[in-house]
């Protein structure tokens, strides 16, 4: 703050830090730097999308009877609830933007949190759980044992549960991850940490929130309805 | 872009934007949904891709805000997308050109050498 004081004649938003020409290039570097860091995390999904890609176009009948072990309506519910939290997440930062009082921006975060745990929950007590029950996770009770029918597919019907629970497995530590940085911003905003001047951490959060919501649009799609349900 | 009045550094999306794009992306889901109980032979992955990238393209463009970033911030966001572009169709030439046959694994050609010497 005495750095502030030192400038005397013109007074700059708290927030601001004094690399910087103005708040609009602080806060272009802040969303250059959260996307610099996206990129990297598009490549490392990419990765496993690749993969996916190549053993699909290897192992097409296996990932399809995979795929139908899989509940659309849990796929499909899940995907409504990261749509509605990417919907109240943009809320959030628009009520820090328009200069909305604490209150406000913290109902909207705390929805985005409620919403973020409502997926989680529905994967770990309600699907994950069935797929534990079904035995159709990879290892050594994987129940291609109780399933003659697959026949020769049956180990590529559980490459395809691989990449369901590495996918949506790495996609759920995002979220957990995710969560945790939203309860960062509740404490911040809290403490008036936040103006219509200055917001960058509730942006670059949010872009990383609806990157997280990107991925499961693309996985959703992939994972529950490849081959067609009909 | 950005406007350096008292409105802050960022361009301001209006609630009836954002509603409409959280109305789109629902729309999308049921739509994806639908489509996947209908036969359209080779071309249900290929439609259920489209609908993906289009609600990307919105959640990029209006939530992400990217519609009004600088020219600098999205020719990153394109690199990242060209170079996931780069492995996928890489990968792909490889793999897809490849005469698969069922060879011998190269353990299958030295187990009975190993079995020879004991």
Redesign the interface.
Known sequence: MSELAAHGAHAHPPGFAHQFE???Q???AG??GM??F??TE??FF??M??AY??YR??HLPGFITGSHLLV?KFG?IN??VL??S??T???AI?SA???KGRGTIIFWLILTMILGATFLGLKFAFEWSKDYAEHIVPGAYFGFQYHPSWGANAPYVQMFMCFYFFMTGLHALHMVVGLGILAVLVGMTAANKF?????TPL?IS??YW??V??VW??L???L??????? | M?D?G?????H??P?GV??L??LA??AG??L??WI?????GPW??PV??T??VC??LL??L????VKY??G??RV??I???F??GI??TL??SD??TRH?ELNPAPWNVILPFIHHLF
């Open positions: 103005d708040m609009a602080q806060k272009e969303t250059l996307w610099a996206l990129v598009i490549l990419g990765g999308f690749t890609i190549i176009s290897l659309v499909a995907t409504a749509i509605c990417s919907l997440m943009a809320l628009r933007q328009t200069g103006s219509s001047q200055y917001y942006e949010g872009l609806h990157f919501d990107i649009i693309f959703f799609p992939l529950y309805l490849i081959g067609g349900r009909y | 950005s350096h008292e409105h802050g550094p960022g301001i999306v609630v954002y509603v794009v959280f992306l629902m889901t049921a994806t949904t996947a109980y209908i036969n359209l249900n992955t259920a891709l609908i993906a609600k990307m959640v990029v209006f939530f992400m805000h970033a600088t600098l911030t990153v966001i690199c990242g997308f170079w996931l492995m996928i990968s792909l793999e897809l698969w």
